[in-house]
């Protein structure tokens, strides 16, 4: 077996860990490839250990990724995998955890789960973002959302939306969000949006503080095709996606549709996203004692 570790950068914390996830791996003779250096000095003299720099070096020999951090770590490792299909472990050493779902001091039981095939694979969905304009390099894809945002402090937009190049709405704002199943907990859910279950295909369409009350966010079909226009008094507004942005002209012509390939989850059996709302969210908790 063969698996890649990749993290942004290491705390204290991570680094107090790192040695155990080291030894159980070392332990299970599995072999390990770094995409990011990482303080195992003590470690560096294994044969079965090895360094890439980018992820053009990853390839079908490797059987899992281990990311190390929160969810923009997750996302990072989105990204490093693309359409290779290699699943994703998620260990959380963040905050909140939607995507590593699982906690620091489970890295032992996780490993054995990799070894012994204990372990579910969920396919999300990632949406695709095609522009007329070069957008965000060789990596036009999100798994948790995109995002019209106006500049800093300047005026609202109006972004005229179509769903199959038929006019949906248009919404004077501070900007929209385009989210998937996945993303629905997070960008999308702090404006108000609903919370959809991961293989609902669809996406969700939220505006971000409406100037019309009466707007609301809507649930479509993944199938559908989305495209905007933007009006505003100022030339330049911010796009992203999931933790990349870029900076573009109004006269962008953007299309959000659903990507061509997924991305693999892995989570410990007792993980489902019901227990993972009911545990990160509070849900059926009385908290007023």
Known sequence: MKVAIYSRGTDEEMALQLPGLMEALNKQKIEIVLLHQLPINEYLNEQNISFVQNNRELDSS?????????????????????????????????????????GKNDLSSAVDALVNGTYLVDKRSLLHVEANVPLFGKMPFALNEFALHKRDLSPMIKIHTYLNGEFLNTYWSDGVIVSTPTGS???????????????????????IAPHNLNIRPIVVPDNHIISFEIEGRIDQFICSLDA????????????????SFTV?????????????????????????N
């Open 62 to 102: 490797i059987d899992f990724l281990i990311s190390l951090g929160g969810d923009g770590t997750m996302l990072d490792a989105v990204t490093l995998v693309n359409n290779k299909n290699i699943p994703i472990l998620g260990i959380n050493f963040g905050r909140l955890g939607f995507l590593a779902g699982i």
């Open 244 to 259: 990349r942005r870029e900076i573009v002209d109004k006269n962008i012509q953007i299309a959000i549709k659903k990507e």
């Open 185 to 207: 907990t997070g960008y999308n859910m702090s404006c108000n949006g609903p919370v959809i279950f991961p293989d609902s295909s669809s996406f969700v369409i939220t505006p």
């Open 264 to 288: 693999s989850l892995i989570r410990l059996s007792e993980n489902s996203f019901l227990n993972t709302l009911r545990t990160k969210l509070s849900w059926g908790l009385d908290k007023r």
